[in-house]
């Protein structure tokens, strides 16, 4: 790929393996979609706010000092990316996961070059972490042109340890993947290079690696991958070592046109590597893996030309298996809950009870995560005891089930109109019960960075902020009308989204940078500040024409945490959280007419599943809201079923936690039932480009496969 410039930093998306970001010498940084080959941004140096830096970096920039990207690097989350320059300047940009960069934040770090720059996340709070010429540390660590390298403590930024860098030249420094070892890369003042790993704690070298050439114009560039091996750029070639051993692997010249000290970056899963050539560039190497990921025709084609809905109509186009024990024509099932190592399945009763479905782990399915080419146990404990919410008193006709599940699978939280009952997995136990109604529990979520605080939302329209350690309200929320159906944290913009069944209107305010954000029905998303648990806005959210504000909104956040996936019977749509303003929009028509009964993000945020009232599911692409593929009633429902009297549909869907192409239903027969592709095709999507827009002998219908609508048709 040529970038125009000398490429002078690279940094692979956290999770977005093909999606490479790189920074230039002509100060300009660049977004790659690999697997396109294709740029999806370019963003050229600007001066952001010029009275706000300050006056030494004035009188620079009269002078029309030349200014170059030291480092780009994203957030842990990919949420964020963050740029240093060679002099002052770092220039921080939300990603909302679209074809932007938002410009967020600008600061004047350092007097001279910023040379390094990363994120920190100590007590799941994000920080910027930078050094510069001018030998000022902003906040963890720093490697001297002396050799001397200081790492700093969170806490009180005092110093651990010292270490003599080898050959007391300029060193640059990185852990392991998991961060439990230690490496240096440096070249002394004579052109001599070392690679070498250290006892962290001792200060002391541990290894050191053979391989270099004698001398070296410059610092190599290296980098770590899978806890296994490390890459070093050095005369014109990428060299490779296994970790455990100091003599050389392998190397490559990469079929030619590198530079004498060319850069070197991973992707995170380890199958990619971007390596700076000669004539501003860069070139990727992949092993297999790699080059599956990259599927260069067919993303290049998928996103050029019009693509055939892929619909799925018969039990054989994919997998599918049913869980054992699991339909009660008594009571549908009304939430679903992968656990989260997805080695099982929680499924909560209309009725109240909770069974909990566990894989095998054998030859067959030896990784023993949930899979639809193996049937699961319904697991109980010895004692036979069922997880039964507390009933007493209650109307189940009129109940709002919720339940919610600790990141380490042993406990779950469920409520089913009356008290809220914490249960233990392992022996079904009941381990402590808490606010017996009214008013009575409708949804549960989890503080993302206190495990003993928990949103509540209540039928009464409240939500309460609870310390289940202490047993105590820290703070009660009213912003609604009728009661709560969705809650949802995001750690990117500390805020909090709610969802109600009303429709009341009110006025948008404003106010702290933080917010808690709550939508009332399908027409009102509110914002609350959770530092101060102060409502400061909310925003209408439209209706479709002839459609009335009633039912259930529920919400998600993608896994960038900006934006928001809302749900309602009559649409999909996407907001921008940041801003509170709607990106995309899809409307229940054509191929898919019923009502949504629920949806869900995939755990990789690339898809939408969603539900449907007539036994429709419907698979999009959670970036666009295109329609992708359609499962019919008849590849889930038995043909006695499909004949009967009796109306039987998926009443809510989850997303496997780790594979992204499987996901679960449960229907309101109380049945639950896995679907994943086949194994031959690996996703839910055909691969049948048309021409023209004729499919099978007709036109396609845009609003089949793609009706959503973006936010600038909507104002």
């Not at 004035?58 to 029309?64: A, I, K, S, T, Y």
């Not at 590597?273 to 893996?289: Q, R």
């Not at 109600?500 to 006025?507: I, Q, R, T, V």
Request: net charge neutral.
């Amino acid at each position: 790929m040529h970038q125009g410039s000398t490429v002078t930093s690279m940094d692979f998306h956290p999770s977005q393996h093909t999606l490479l970001l790189v920074g230039s010498a002509n100060a300009e940084i660049t977004l790659w979609e690999l697997g396109m080959r294709k740029r999806f941004i370019t963003k050229s140096f600007k001066i952001w706010d010029m009275a706000a830096c300050s006056m030494t970096f004035q009188g620079l920039m009269v002078n029309d000092t030349p200014i170059s990207v030291k480092r780009v690097t994203w957030s842990p989350d990919g949420s964020f990316v963050g740029v240093s320059f060679s002099k002052h300047l770092i220039h921080l940009y939300a990603y909302p996961g679209s074809n932007d960069l938002i410009q967020h934040l600008e600061i004047d770090a350092h007097v001279g070059g910023v040379n390094d720059l990363a994120f920190a996340h100590p007590n799941k709070q994000l920080y910027i972490v930078t050094c510069g010429d001018d030998k000022l540390i902003k906040l963890i660590y720093s490697t001297a042109v002396d050799g001397t390298i200081i790492l700093w403590l969170y806490n009180d930024l005092q110093f651990r340890a010292d270490f003599v860098a080898l050959g007391h030249g300029s060193t640059t420094m990185l852990y392991s993947a998991d961060g439990s070892r230690l490496f240096t890369c440096g070249t002394s003042k004579d052109g001599q290079s070392y690679l070498a790993e250290w006892y962290k704690s001792q200060r002391v070298v541990k290894r050191i690696y053979t391989g270099f050439g004698k001398k070296s114009a410059g610092v190599v560039s290296f980098d770590t991958t899978q806890n296994q091996f490390l890459a070093a750029g050095e005369d014109s070639q990428i060299k490779f070592w296994h970790m455990d051993n100091s003599k050389l692997l392998t190397f490559t010249d990469a079929e030619g046109g590198l530079p004498s000290l060319p850069r070197v970056r991973f992707n995170k899963e380890g199958n990619l590597l971007a390596v700076t050539i000669a004539d501003n560039g860069f070139k990727i190497l992949a092993n297999d893996v790699g080059l599956r990921s990259l599927k260069v025709v067919d993303d290049a084609i998928e996103k050029t030309k019009p693509w055939q809905l892929a619909e799925i109509v018969d039990p054989l186009q994919c997998r599918l298996v049913n869980l054992p024990d699991s339909t009660d024509t008594s009571s549908k099932v009304v939430r679903l809950l992968y656990t989260n190592s997805g080695f099982g399945i929680l499924a909560l009763g209309s009725n109240g009870v909770q069974k909990l479905w566990k894989w095998p782990r054998n030859e067959q399915n030896p990784s023993g995560e949930a899979t639809a080419n193996v049937v699961p146990q319904h697991w109980q404990p010895n004692s036979g005891l069922l997880m039964t919410n507390d009933v007493s008193g209650v109307n189940l006709e009129e109940a709002v089930p919720c339940i919610t599940l600790s990141k380490n699978d042993l406990y779950v939280m469920s409520a089913t109109g009356g008290k809220v009952s914490l249960f233990n997995m392992m022996t079904f136990k009941v381990m402590a019960t808490f606010l017996p109604p009214p008013p009575a529990s409708t949804f549960l979520a989890f503080h993302p960075q206190n495990k003993n605080i928990i949103a509540i939302g209540m039928d009464d329209s409240s939500i309460y902020i609870y310390n289940v350690q202490v047993d105590k309200m820290k703070s009660k929320l009213r912003g609604h009308q009728k009661r709560i159906t969705g809650l949802a944290f995001s750690t990117s913009l500390n805020i909090l989204v709610s969802s109600g069944a009303d429709a009341h209107s009110l006025a948008p305010t404003t106010g702290h940078a933080y917010y808690l954000l709550t939508s009332c029905c399908s027409l009102q998303l509110c914002v609350w500040s959770i530092f101060t648990w102060v409502k400061t806005k909310s925003v209408a959210m439209q209706m479709p024409a002839g459609k009335a504000p009633t039912g259930d909104t529920r919400v998600q956040f993608h896994s960038d945490g900006i934006r928001l996936l809302v749900v309602h019977e009559t649409q999909l749509a996407i907001y921008n959280a940041s801003k509170m303003e709607r990106v995309r929009q899809w409307v229940s028509q054509d191929v898919l007419p019923a009502p949504i009964s629920y949806a869900t993000y995939s755990c990789n945020s690339q898809s939408v599943y969603a539900t449907f009232c007539d036994g429709n599911v419907g698979v999009f692409d959670a970036d666009s809201l295109r329609l992708i593929c359609r499962i019919a009633s008849s590849v889930h429902l038995s043909q006695a079923i499909l004949k009967g009297k009796q109306v039987v549909y998926p009443f809510v869907v989850a997303a496997h936690p780790k594979e992204a192409n499987q996901f679960a239903i449960g229907l309101s027969d109380g049945s639950v039932k896995v679907m994943e592709p086949t194994e031959s095709e690996g996703k839910w999507q055909v691969s049948q480009p048309v021409d023209s827009g004729v499919v099978n002998g007709r036109m396609t219908s845009s609003s089949a496969t793609s009706n959503h609508t973006p936010d600038q048709l909507e104002r």
